[in-house]
């Protein structure tokens, strides 16, 4: 048995556990065909009921503790939510440790530059006064106090001050992931926001849509004669179980039965008039803390860089040893860090700039497409008003059922013949 679509089940939730497969394509963008095999699967694993309409559509009828049903069944569902949080601690970790590092790195090299110096100063004053540069080298662990870094692996959920920020305020720690990498890609949901918007529509016009009603919502229409026979709309016809009509004057409307029935009858989802891209933000992090990451990281290169100048000759790590000698050892990791630390946004800065041109223009395209559908020629128009037609919507309710396979089949026929509900 396959584990249930997490997705699917969100949606049957959502519609109030009485749905049809137009209901739960529309709300989820999902295949109708795949749709409609998920949720009889779904029916099947979690003791949901068919409810057939005299017309002959379906309605799929779920008890509201399915979810508990299906986690007796598969273990996954019952450790989704343990392993969500897992995920997020792990993932929390790793966000952190890039601030972490850079702390960490700073702390290193500023540590040996010190240490160096200080060995370099006693050192010549042991030539002119004949004592000894261990005292100094020893004095200067004394002030450092490591322990007061240690606030840094903690989320700080318990801090008075987290609380006095909002709660999408991010940290300094999760600053610094943010500013090296940002914020993930702000489209990661794009192509189902594309489907989901295109099954809206397609609802709100009754189930009968011509071509320019969905343009708004796609990418390359082609040209020439994919253009001009609408071949960009096979895809959409293939997901929803569509099929085209011709009109009297011969225009192509696209018919979606599926999407014409519904579990209610005041179903609707709202949608936006044409598909938006979002632009790639630099960061989420605030100016200061990203001047501040700014400030640290040229802090860490910089000190890199004297460190080298101070190692250059390969004597001082000889004759100091002990922890000079280890951080010559992992010298190229320090460098490497600081030089990639600036380089890395700054490339970046440069490729969203480039990346968010390119999704204006697309933008800009669809948007053009819907300016042209309010204003539509006469061709179009002609379309539309026989797609208002043609278009109808039906609501599958419990008077006009058939067949349910909530009781038994001749307890039904009985309460038919007897008119009882």
């Not at 792990?90 to 702390?107: D, E, K, N, T």
């Not at 011969?250 to 709202?270: M, N, V």
């Not at 951080?327 to 860090?337: E, K």
């Amino acid at each position: 048995m396959a584990v249930p679509n997490l997705k699917l089940m969100e949606a049957v939730e959502d519609l109030g556990y009485r749905v049809t497969v137009g209901d739960v394509s529309t709300r989820t963008g999902f295949n109708v065909a795949e749709t409609q095999q998920a949720l009889l699967a779904l029916a099947a694993d979690a003791g949901g009921h068919l409810q057939v309409a005299e017309s002959g559509d379906i309605a799929y009828l779920f008890p509201k503790n399915f979810r508990t049903i299906l986690q007796g069944k598969f273990w996954r569902l019952r450790w989704q939510k343990t392993l969500q949080q897992i995920g997020r601690i792990l993932f929390y970790l790793v966000r952190i440790s890039f601030g972490i590092l850079l702390i960490l790195s700073l702390v290193l090299i500023l540590v040996a530059i010190a240490v160096i110096v200080i060995s370099l100063q006693a050192s010549q004053e042991g030539d002119s006064d004949g004592t000894g540069s261990r005292r100094s080298v020893g004095f200067f662990w004394f002030p450092l106090h490591l322990g007061d870094l240690f606030w840094m692996f903690s989320p700080d959920y318990s801090s008075p001050k987290r609380h006095q920020r909002s709660s999408s305020e991010m940290n300094f720690l999760e600053a610094i992931f943010s500013f090296l990498f940002g914020d993930g890609n702000p489209n990661a949901h794009l192509e189902q926001r594309r489907w989901q918007a295109i099954a809206a529509t397609i609802r709100s016009q009754q189930g009968v849509v011509v071509a320019e009603q969905i343009a708004p919502y796609l990418d390359d229409l082609g040209k020439g004669y994919d253009l001009e026979y609408e071949n960009y709309l096979l895809p959409v016809l293939v997901r929803f179980n569509g099929r085209p009509e011709v009109t009297p004057e011969g225009g192509i409307l696209y018919q979606f039965p599926d999407l014409q029935i519904t579990a209610t009858e005041q179903a609707s989802t709202s949608y936006s008039s044409y598909l938006q891209e979002k632009k790639w933000r630099f960061s989420a992090a605030s100016s200061t803390q990203i001047i501040l990451a700014i400030g640290l990281g040229a802090a860490n290169l910089i000190g890199a860089l004297v460190l080298g100048s101070l190692l250059a000759d390969g004597t001082v790590a000889a004759e100091l040893g002990g922890f000079v000698a280890f951080v010559q050892s992992i010298y190229g990791i320090l460098l490497a860090y600081g030089v990639g630390f600036l380089a890395i946004p700054l490339i970046r800065y440069f490729w969203l700039g480039q990346a968010n041109g390119k999704i204006e223009q697309r933008n800009q395209t669809r948007r053009d497409r819907y300016s042209m559908l309010c204003d539509p020629t006469p061709e179009v128009q002609q379309k539309l008003d026989y797609a208002e037609h043609l278009g109808k919507k039906q609501a599958i309710v419990p008077d006009d059922l058939a067949y349910t396979t909530e009781t038994d089949i001749l307890e039904q026929d009985i309460n038919r013949l007897t008119g009882d509900p």
